[in-house]
């Protein structure tokens, strides 16, 4: 379990209240849009679309494709840049039907083969991006939870940022491949509302917006969808359960983060601040610790900005000294067919520093090119 929170967090937090100074209602109150930069009330910018950074190859020639890594990994010594070339420059729907392609021509499993020839991160980050996305999010889970000490962090970052068709994804890939419960194995290494919080996420209930929905957001803008007598309501059940009562109703703050969609839980934030004149990370800080003030927060985080969230991550992996690759190569590799460049450009504006030249700067050899290559220009 957590002993203390993590830097992460304190960066996280204060960075995210710097932002919202530029996003505040009358009386100082961050509006529903707050920490989205390119949202526009009467319709949504081309900034706030989900733009990835990986698309697929096109023309693919999967048997040409195919048959490059099998020549570059054939013999003594190893052709990763031809390795590179391929898996750097297809989109992981185009790599899975490399694998069934590679096993149908050669007999031998294409994750095995490189698993034998590479080694340290250029390893991990080509394994990455070769396994199916539910199977690399499973993948990381049970490394998180097969360590001395349980990560808490890449759990949360995992099942907080995830759609509930990709939970369910995650936890059928997780029992095919470690034969395993992925629900029962977070249970057994959890405890307490950190546990109940993970259990929830499991269930993959989270409203989700509508296609019809997503019509109106591109039309009109966030408050189309949000239900404001709801954010009324759930601001109330937060404040009785927090700052104004001894303690803090821990279930009560379940009952509203582990449901609401983003934009929804966003007006949430700002009708809580109204009422209770506190800022909803700050009264958080104040009324929970260790782990389960680590998940809230996170998901807070995440609905206010995602790109954000996921950019200072990036941020703390490659601050000081020594490089933490594994989260480098899990957020780039997890955001490059869904968001990369809407966190590149959060990086840009938060650090005055493109995300390629800090990749550049942390990374080297074949490693440095082919995650150079995921983020693009």
Do not use: F, N, Q, R
């Given at each position: 379990m957590l002993k203390?929170?993590?830097k992460i967090f304190v960066f996280l937090f204060i960075s995210i209240l710097a932002d919202e100074h530029d996003h505040v209602a009358p009386g100082g109150v961050p509006s529903a849009t707050a920490g989205m930069d390119n949202f526009q009330i009467g319709g949504v910018s081309m900034g706030d679309i989900p733009r990835p950074t990986i698309r697929p190859a096109n023309p693919f020639n999967c048997e040409l494709d195919t048959m490059t890594l099998r020549t570059a990994m054939r013999g003594i010594g190893t052709d990763e840049k031809a390795i590179i070339q391929v898996i750097g420059h297809t989109s992981n729907k185009q790599r899975q039907e490399i694998l069934d392609m590679y096993k149908s021509v050669y007999g031998k499993d294409l994750i095995?083969?490189?698993?034998?020839k590479l080694s340290s991160d250029l390893e991990e980050l080509i394994l990455a991006?070769?396994?199916?996305?539910?199977?690399?999010?499973?993948w990381c889970l049970n490394k998180a939870m097969r360590r001395m000490?349980?990560?808490?962090?890449?759990?949360?970052e995992i099942l907080t940022t995830r759609t509930n068709a990709e939970i369910r994804g995650i936890k059928a890939a997780y029992k095919q491949h470690f034969e395993r419960e992925l629900e029962a194995d977070c249970a057994s290494e959890t405890s307490g509302h950190f546990k109940r919080l993970l259990v929830s996420f499991f269930q993959a209930n989270r409203t989700e917006l509508t296609d019809s929905q997503r019509q109106m957001l591109m039309q009109r803008g966030p408050e189309a969808v949000v239900d404001r007598a709801l954010a009324q309501q759930d601001a109330q059940t937060l404040y009785k359960a927090g700052v104004k009562k001894f303690g803090m109703d821990e279930s009560a703050f379940l009952s509203v983060l582990s449901i609401r969609h983003e934009y929804q839980m966003r007006a949430t934030f700002e009708e809580y601040q109204k009422l209770s004149g506190k800022d909803i990370l700050s009264s958080i800080g104040s009324e929970m610790s260790l782990d389960l003030e680590y998940g809230f927060k996170a998901i807070i985080m995440s609905a206010m900005n995602r790109p954000k969230f996921f950019s200072d991550k990036l941020y703390e992996a490659m601050r000081g000294?020594?490089?933490d690759?594994?989260?480098?190569i899990r957020i780039i590799v997890s955001r490059s067919e869904i968001d990369l460049q809407n966190i590149k450009d959060q990086y840009q504006r938060d650090h005055g520093k493109s995300l390629n030249a800090a990749v550049s700067s942390e990374t080297s050899?074949?490693?440095k090119k082919l995650l150079l290559a995921i983020v693009g220009q």
């Open positions: 203390s929170v993590p095995s083969d490189l698993k034998s991006l070769v396994k199916s996305p539910e199977y690399y999010d499973a000490g349980t990560i808490e962090s890449i759990l949360i000294m020594g490089t690759d594994s989260t480098l050899g074949d490693y």
